[in-house]
């Protein structure tokens, strides 16, 4: 039963699955749209929308949880210095979630995610 159970364990242990969602953070913080599977989209967006809302605050503390949870440099400062500008004054939806079809390979569901404009 998953009762209580609010995350998807994406086949992983935990650190791995918070490096690989930390990885794909900073991949759309940099790019603004990725390609992957629609489970890991929806998992990507609870956790990058949080950073965001996080670095809309700007304070040290802010910045210092931000890069606990997600260690690339570039992304963080991208983070702080573009992205929560963009987004000082809409209260969340920061992220979109476009499905694109199964994979050639194994038929696993694709989706697009990018930021919102």
Sequence with gaps: MRHRM?????GR???HR??????MAASLFLKEQIYT???RAKELRRFSERLITRAKGGTVYDRRLVR?????KEASIKLFDDIAKRYAS???????IIKTGPRQGDGAPMAVISLVE
């Design 13 to 15: 242990y935990g650190s």
């Design 68 to 72: 606990s949870k997600m260690p690339h």
């Design 6 to 10: 609010d995350s998807r364990t994406l």
């Design 18 to 23: 918070m490096a690989m969602l930390a990885n």
């Design 37 to 39: 599977t629609v489970t």
């Design 90 to 96: 809409r209260p969340g939806g920061y992220t979109r």
